[in-house]
């Protein structure tokens, strides 16, 4: 890892981890539709995250800074896929999180979400790592951490060749992404959920 701040994280950083996204995306718009109204928010978001940087730790790239309160997970080109076998068997963390009258929505309107990535082949401007979650704890925010963060992420797609993509459902969080060379490429909303943008970056 080129930046001093910034180190690749290891399974036992998960819960600290969790609950740095848990806080930071409190209010981030595809978060709380996925979570609900129903009370617990804070825990079921850790749950979610937990669930999301179980799957990175094992087959992505998941970046934090000294203190966790920070992380940022990647994938490299045509990893990130879910197969269905790993997904059943988190099928009881998605009760917790959704809630059973809401999970077969939420899931088929996620499954339209993740058409939306790119595949191992890429995007029009090629092959592009996938960054999944970039969060900040609300009380370390502004101080430059995301930006480092996103691009020691960035470093690694240009060693490999690639540009980057994501998808966000923060319009507040474009121009960030736009300062470090994403541009957007599309609108659309989930079937039922918030509004949502995928950006992309060239290598
Ligand atoms: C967006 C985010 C990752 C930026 O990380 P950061 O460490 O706060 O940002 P940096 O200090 O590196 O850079 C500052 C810039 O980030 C953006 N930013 C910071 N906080 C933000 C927030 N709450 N919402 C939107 N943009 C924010 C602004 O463009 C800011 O520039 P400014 O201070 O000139 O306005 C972080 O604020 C965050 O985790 N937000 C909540 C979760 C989220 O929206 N994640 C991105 C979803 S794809």
Request: aromatic residues 8%; positive net charge.
């Amino acid at each position: 890892m080129h930046d001093p701040g910034c180190a690749t994280a290891l399974a036992s950083d998960k819960d600290a981890l969790a609950r740095t996204l848990g806080a930071a995306f409190r209010g981030y718009p595809l978060t709380e539709w996925l979570v609900g109204s129903r009370p617990g928010g804070r825990q079921r978001r850790e749950r979610y995250f937990g669930l999301l940087l179980d799957d990175a730790l094992r087959r992505g790239v998941v970046l934090r800074d000294a203190e966790s309160k920070a992380v940022a997970i990647w994938y490299p080109p045509g990893v990130w896929e879910i197969g269905v076998g790993d997904f059943l068997r988190t099928l009881p963390d998605w009760l917790r999180i959704v809630g059973v009258r809401a999970l077969p929505g939420r899931l088929r309107a996620l499954s339209e979400l993740v058409k939306e990535r790119p595949t191992a082949e890429g995007t029009a401007t090629g092959r592009a790592w996938v960054l999944e979650v970039l969060g900040v704890d609300p009380d370390a925010q502004r101080t430059g951490r995301g930006s480092r963060l996103l691009e020691a992420g960035l470093a690694r797609a240009r060693e490999d060749g690639a540009g980057a993509f994501l998808l966000t459902s923060s319009e507040d969080a474009i121009p960030f992404y736009e300062r470090h060379g994403f541009v957007v490429e599309k609108a659309f909303a989930v079937r039922g959920g918030p509004p949502m943008w995928t950006l992309c970056r060239e290598p």
